[in-house]
Nanobody, 113 residues
Framework: QVQLKESGGGMVQAGGSLKLSCSSA????????MGWYRRTPGKEREVVAV????????NYVDSVKGRFIISRDNAKNMVYLQMNGLKPEDTAVYYC??????WGQGTQVTVSS
């Protein structure tokens, strides 16, 4: 049983959109905060967005504010990251993570100029 699994990555032109999904197999999903992180080769992994267990509180790194939206559906054990107005600098491997310390395997997002 996979704890967390991301999907939805791909290649898109600058200005385009993608929606990432993260499916959780954890029975405690609805009690856990969740987040999306990303890593580009040669750079430290950074937090992109986080969401509280009930979805009531969200936070974003400054570079994606106004463009990305994190959401969750606790009835489906799913977390999403809607990415709009994508820029080449958004190119990275995106990871889903739980507040309890579990990570997915990542999904590649590539944005061409």
């Amino acid at each position: 049983q996979v704890q967390l699994k991301e999907s939805g990555g791909g290649m898109v032109q600058a200005g385009g959109s993608l929606k990432l999904s993260c499916s959780s197999a954890r029975p405690t999903f609805s009690t856990e905060s969740m987040g999306w992180y990303r890593r580009t080769p040669g750079k430290e992994r950074e937090v992109v967005a986080v969401i509280s267990s009930d979805g009531g509180v969200t936070n974003y790194v400054d570079s994606v504010k106004g463009r990305f939206i994190i959401s969750r559906d606790n009835a489906k054990n799913m977390v999403y990251l809607q990415m709009n107005g994508l820029k080449p600098e958004d190119t990275a491997v995106y990871y889903c993570a739980s507040g309890s310390g579990y990570w997915g395997q990542g999904t590649q997002v590539t944005v061409s100029s």
